[in-house]
C-alpha cells in the first residue's frame, strides 16, 4: 500500500505561523515610543548643527557645551540644545 503524501503540504505549517510572528513584532515595534535617552552622541551633535569633528572638539574644549565622557564616547545632554534653540 502507497500512501499519497504531498510534500508541500508536509513543509507549508511553518510559513503562516512565521507570518502571524513577523506582523506581530511589526505591530509592537510600531507602537513603541520614542527612545527618551537623555542625551545625544557626538553624530546627533554634529548633524544637528552641521559641523565637523574638529569644530564639535574646539567646542567641546573651550567649555561652550556640556559633555559627559562614558567609556571612549561622549554625550550631550538634550536639554542644554532644547534651551539653546528655544532663546
Known sequence: MEKNVNPQKEADPYPHDLLALFAEILNVLQKKEPDHFPFYDSADVKRLL????????????????PYVKIGNKIFYPKSFFNNAFKS
Open 50 to 65: 552641521n559641523i565637523s569633528d574638529s569644530t564639535l572638539h574646539r567646542i567641546r574644549k573651550s567649555e561652550k557645551i
